[in-house]
């Protein structure tokens, strides 16, 4: 995940996502930011091959998406299909939440990272 390894273009569009990130992707980033969550290490808006995650884990290969309504739209639920079958063959596991479960319940959604990360077992 280098620089070198990342074009110029999508650096840019992943730069500027981490700019406007929606409420649910601000008030998960204020519980992962800083190794606030069991010491796990994220990174936000994270460019992988040719996709911009919302947050990633490196050491744990662990991918956390955050999902508007958008993605319940059939085009959108196969583009999903499709990242994920590409994130996942590399190597990573994703985790995907609902912008309503972030917003309401926010505990158990931290809780569900920190399982599936291995963190609960340190």
């Known amino acids: 995940m280098g620089h070198d390894l990342v074009p110029r273009r999508q ?6 996502m981490r700019r406007v990130m929606t409420d649910a992707e601000l008030k998960l980033w204020n519980e992962l930011r800083a190794h606030r969550l069991m010491g796990l290490s994220f990174r936000r808006q994270v460019p992988i091959g040719p996709y911009i995650v919302d947050f990633a884990c490196p050491t744990h290969r662990l ?3 955050v999902d508007g309504s958008q993605h319940a ?3 959108q639920v196969e583009r999903d299909a499709e990242r994920s079958a590409y994130l996942k063959s590399s190597g990573w596991t994703i985790l995907r939440f609902w912008n309503d479960d972030v917003l309401r319940d926010i505990d158990n959604v931290c809780q569900h990272i920190i399982i599936e990360a291995g963190a609960d077992r340190c």
Request: without cysteine.
């Open 11 to 16: 650096r840019k569009n992943a730069k500027s």
């Open 63 to 65: 991918i956390v998406e």
């Open 73 to 75: 739209y059939a085009e």
